[in-house]
C-alpha cells in the first residue's frame, strides 16, 4: 500500500511528461477496469470514515480523462476480450461500481447516459432495498457518532465494550473490527442508541429492486457482490460458495441479462482454485488488485478509483507505473491460486 501511494505521488509529479499510450506500450495493457463505489458532493456518514468518493466534478474529470485515451466498452465487449485471451486492438475501458448505493441511481448513471458510457454495478444481496447495513458502514456511522458530532458519550455505558476490545477509542476499535466480529458493532450501536434500522428507513443509502430494474432496463448490467460483505480470505470455502451463490441467484431472479457477474466484496486474496473451478460458468469475476494478469478466463482485475484523493489521471497513470516496476521483480502474475 505505501509502495503504491509513493508511485501514485511519483505519477502526479511526472504526470505531465509520462504518456498514457507510452504506458501501454511499455506494458501491453489497452484495456482498463476502474471502478468506484459512490460520487457524492458530501460525505455520507456511512462511507465518510472509510474512503472518499469523488464529488460530481472529480467524476466528470475522470470520465474526461477516460474518454480522451479509451473507448468505453459495453458488456459484449468485455465478453469478446475475455474470450480473445483478454486482447484487443483499441484501448479500451469498462467502468463498474460496487455495492448498490443510491447515488448510483441518483448521480452517476445519470451522468454515464448523458455521456454514452456503459457500466456495470454490483449488488449485496443482504442489503438491497435497505434490509440491512454493510458492518463497515456500520462502523463508519457510530465513529461519526463518536468524532464527527462530538457528542458527548457517557463512558460507563461503553466502558465494558471498550474494555473487552483492549483499546481506549471506540472509533479506533471500530474501523479495525472484522466481519467475524460485526456483532459487537451492533452491540455498541444499542449500547448509545444508535438505530440503524431508521437511518435505513430515512437516508435510504442503497437502490431499491425498482430503481435497479429501471437502470438494467436503461442497459445497465447488474452483478452479484455477495449476501452481506464478507472478506472471502476470512470465511470457510463452502461460505464463499454459499454468499456467491445465492447473490448470483437475486441477479438470475429479478433480471432479465444473458450473462452473469460477479465482484469480490474488498478482495480475492486467499481465494483458492477451487472457487474458480466451482464458479467457471460464471461469464465474469472481477477482483480489486489493478492493473494484474489473472490466469483463469472469466477472472479479470479491476482499478479502485477511490483508494487516494489523487485524481483518475494520476491513479491510472500510477498503475501503470506500479505494472512496471512489478514486471521488473516478477510480481504481476495473480499469486491467488494454489
Ligand atoms: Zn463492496
Not at 463508519?140 to 483499546?167: A, G, P, R
Amino acid at each position: 500500500m505505501l509502495i503504491r501511494k509513493a508511485v501514485i505521488t511519483t505519477a502526479s509529479l511526472f504526470k505531465g511528461i509520462i504518456s498514457v499510450r507510452l504506458l501501454m506500450k511499455l506494458t501491453g495493457k489497452n484495456v482498463i477496469f476502474p471502478f468506484y463505489h459512490s460520487v457524492s458532493d458530501s460525505y455520507p456518514a456511512h462511507i465518510h470514515h472509510l474512503y472518499h468518493p469523488k464529488t460530481t466534478k472529480q467524476f466528470n474529470s475522470d470520465l474526461d480523462f477516460l474518454l480522451k485515451h479509451y473507448c468505453p466498452m459495453d458488456i459484449n465487449e468485455v465478453i469478446s476480450f475475455r474470450d480473445s485471451s483478454k486482447k484487443r486492438s483499441k484501448p479500451g475501458f469498462f467502468l463498474s461500481f460496487d455495492d448498490g448505493l443510491k447515488e448510483f441511481y441518483e448521480i452517476i448513471a445519470p451522468v454515464l447516459l448523458k455521456k454514452g458510457i456503459p457500466a456495470a454495478c454490483f449488488l449485496n444481496s443482504g442489503f438491497v432495498d435497505n434490509k440491512d447495513l454493510f458492518y463497515r458502514y456500520k462502523a463508519s456511522l457510530l465513529c461519526d457518532y463518536f468524532l464527527k458530532e462530538k457528542k458527548e458519550y457517557d463512558i460507563s455505558k461503553v466502558k465494558d465494550w471498550v474494555k473487552n476490545h483492549q483499546n481506549n477509542r471506540p472509533e479506533k476499535i471500530l474501523l479495525s473490527l472484522p466481519y467475524q466480529k460485526k456483532e459487537d458493532i451492533d452491540t455498541l450501536a444499542s449500547l448509545v442508541g444508535l438505530d440503524f434500522k431508521s437511518y435505513l428507513a430515512v437516508q435510504k443509502p442503497y437502490m431499491t429492486s425498482e430503481q435497479i430494474m429501471e437502470l438494467s432496463r436503461q442497459g445497465f448490467y447488474f452483478g452479484a457482490h455477495s449476501i452481506d460483505h464478507p472478506m472471502y480470505e476470512s470465511i470457510s470455502s463452502s461460505e464463499q460458495i454459499r454468499q456467491t451463490e445465492l447473490s448470483l441467484r437475486w441477479q438470475s431472479e429479478n433480471l432479465d441479462q444473458k450473462y452473469s457477474l460477479f465482484a469480490f466484496p474488498f478482495s480475492d486474496t486467499g481465494v483458492k482454485s477451487a472457487f474458480y473451478k466451482h464458479f467457471e460458468k460464471v461469464d465474469l469475476i472481477f477482483g480489486t488488485a489493478g492493473l494484474k494478469h489473472t490466469a483463469v478466463k472469466n477472472h479479470i482485475q479491476r482499478i479502485p478509483m477511490e483508494s487516494t484523493d489523487y485524481s483518475g489521471e494520476n491513479i491510472i497513470k500510477a498503475e501503470y507505473l506500479y505494472y512496471v516496476l512489478k514486471s521488473l521483480v516478477g510480481k504481476n502474475n495473480f499469486s491467488g491460486y494454489d
